[in-house]
T-cell receptor, first 110, second 113 residues
Framework: RKEVEQDPGPFNVPEGATVAFNCTYSNSASQSFFWYRQDCRKEPKLLMSVYSSGNEDGRFTAQLNRASQYISLLIRDSKLSDSATYLCVVKSSNTGKLIFGQGTTLQVKP | DTAVSQTPKYLVTQMGNDKSIKCEQN?????MYWYKQDSKKFLKIMFS???????INETVPNRFSPKSPDKAHLNLHINSLELGDSAVYFC????????????FGQGTRLTVV
C-alpha cells in the first residue's frame, strides 16, 4: 500500500465549478500535511498547509481528519488557471521525510 | 532572486557517462533534499541533508553520490549513467522541523541516450 494515496484523475470540470480532491495516508505518526501544486514541466509549489481545524485561503479550503487519516482540498469557483496537478504531501515524524502522493490532475475547461 | 536554483536545467548524455547537478539555496534553510520524478510523475526522495550532514539516504544505487560543501549547497553526482536514470531531478530545501514545508528548484531534466 502506498504511504500517500490520491485519485490520479484527471478531473475535467467547467469554469466556475466546485471540485474536491481526497487523499489518504497510512502512517498515523505523520505530523505535517500540505497541498502542493505542480504545473506541467514545472516544479511543485506549496499551495497550503493543512491543519486539523481546517483552513481556508481564498477559494481553497483544506481539511484534515486524523482519525480517518484523510486529507481533502476543495476548490470553489474554478478558474482556467487552476488547471494543474495537485499533490498531497505528508511529513513523517518518524523519518522527517516529505512523502508525496502521485497527484491529482485537474483540467478546467471554458 | 531565485530561492532554490539548480543547474543545468536540461542534461542529455550517453550511457556510461558521469555527470553532476548543482543546487544552491539562498533562503538560509538548514535542510536540503534531492527528489526524483519519473515518467509516471511520482516524486520520490533520494537524499536529505541537514546542516551538511546526511540524514536520509533512500534505497538509491551507490552510483548516486550527494555532496554538501556547506548548508546552502547540495550537489548530486551520478556515475555510469543508465537509461533508467532518465527523469527530472528536483532539489529542495526547508527551514527546519518547525517549518517543514519544502521549496523546490526548477528541476533538471536528465535524458540518458
Amino acid at each position: 500500500r502506498k504511504e500517500v494515496e490520491q485519485d490520479p484523475g484527471p478531473f475535467n470540470v467547467p469554469e466556475g465549478a466546485t471540485v474536491a480532491f481526497n487523499c489518504t495516508y497510512s502512517n498515523s505518526a505523520s505530523q505535517s500535511f500540505f497541498w502542493y501544486r505542480q504545473d506541467c514541466r514545472k516544479e511543485p509549489k506549496l499551495l497550503m498547509s493543512v491543519y486539523s481545524s481546517g483552513n481556508e485561503d481564498g477559494r481553497f479550503t483544506a481539511q484534515l481528519n486524523r482519525a480517518s487519516q484523510y486529507i481533502s482540498l476543495l476548490i470553489r469557483d474554478s478558474k482556467l488557471s487552476d488547471s494543474a496537478t495537485y499533490l498531497c504531501v505528508v511529513k513523517s515524524s518518524n523519518t522527517g521525510k516529505l512523502i508525496f502522493g502521485q497527484g491529482t490532475t485537474l483540467q478546467v475547461k471554458p | 532572486d531565485t530561492a532554490v536554483s539548480q543547474t543545468p536545467k536540461y542534461l542529455v548524455t550517453q550511457m556510461g557517462n558521469d555527470k553532476s547537478i548543482k543546487c544552491e539555496q539562498n533562503l538560509g534553510h538548514d535542510t536540503m533534499y534531492w527528489y526524483k520524478q519519473d515518467s509516471k510523475k511520482f516524486l520520490k526522495i533520494m537524499f536529505s541533508y541537514n546542516n551538511k550532514e546526511l540524514i536520509i539516504n533512500e534505497t538509491v544505487p551507490n552510483r548516486f553520490s550527494p555532496k554538501s560543501p556547506d548548508k546552502a549547497h547540495l550537489n548530486l553526482h551520478i556515475n555510469s549513467l543508465e537509461l533508467g536514470d532518465s527523469a527530472v531531478y528536483f532539489c529542495a530545501s526547508s527551514q527546519d522541523s518547525i517549518r517543514p514545508e519544502a521549496f523546490f528548484g526548477q528541476g533538471t531534466r536528465l535524458t540518458v541516450v
